[in-house]
């Protein structure tokens, strides 16, 4: 059967410090991936999703990025975190088009 | 401009009774819509979908409504358990990659 992992599940960051959010799926091959941030009270706003390897598209301009070097492994960075980018961050996958998206437990990240 | 909204941002409902959640949708391109529910500190779990070729979909106690016309779509659960009790989102997709946009969710309490 097909797994999600991500981690950490919390994160305490300072301001300015790099950040790495990592997520692997198992079970599965050349999966959709992608990365979500809730804001408190509110629904998933889609950070980032990718087709393929190497094959990153971007939803919102922002402090992060991401990249997937293999074909089950989805990364969040940031070089630098603002206070904004404090959240709770899902990783998900799907097998295709119009089919379900499988999420992680996610991760709070919360910046000081 | 929020393409998937639902109005109601709470709803609390007696056990056995029926529970109806709502949400609206802005964009004509939408053609696969789901229900996600989600608990504290989890990621999502994928709930019941529907295309947009039909106007129901029913799995157990839980029916997914679409009114392609007035762009809404429903969720009803009968009969309503506590265990029900959890955040429920709506999400449409359609185009590249099955992105999901997703509403901000209702909390739906269910009294013992």
């Known amino acids: 059967s097909q797994t999600i992992h991500q981690w950490p599940a919390t994160l305490v960051q300072p301001v300015g410090s790099p950040l790495s959010l990592e997520c692997t799926v198992e079970g599965t091959s050349n999966p959709n991936l992608y990365w979500y941030r809730q804001a408190a009270g509110r629904g998933l706003q889609l950070l980032f999703y990718?087709?393929?390897?190497?094959?990153i598209s971007s939803e919102v301009p922002q402090n992060l990025s991401a990249s997937r070097p293999q074909d089950r492994q989805f990364i969040l960075s940031s070089k630098k975190l603002l206070l904004s980018d404090s959240g709770f961050y899902l990783c998900?996958?799907?097998?295709?088009?119009?089919?379900?998206?499988?999420f992680g437990d996610g991760t709070r990240l919360s910046i000081l | 401009d929020q393409q998937v909204k639902q109005n109601s941002p709470s709803l609390s409902v007696q056990e056995g009774r029926i529970s109806i959640l709502n949400c609206d949708y802005t964009?004509?391109?939408?053609?696969?819509f789901l229900w996600y529910k989600k608990y504290p500190a989890e990621g999502p779990t994928f709930l019941i979908s529907i295309s947009s070729i039909k106007d129901k979909n029913e799995d157990g106690r839980f029916t997914v409504f679409l009114n392609k016309s007035a762009k809404h779509l429903s969720l009803h659960i009968v009969p309503s358990q506590p265990g029900d009790s959890a955040v429920y989102f709506c999400?449409?997709?359609?185009?590249?990659?099955?992105?999901?946009?997703f509403g901000d969710g209702t909390t739906l309490t269910v009294k013992p």
């Open positions: 999400a449409a997709s359609g185009g590249i990659a099955g992105k999901s946009t």
């Open positions: 990718s087709v393929g390897i190497g094959q």
């Open positions: 964009n004509s391109m939408f053609d696969y």
């Open positions: 998900a996958w799907s097998v295709q088009d119009h089919q379900p998206q499988h």
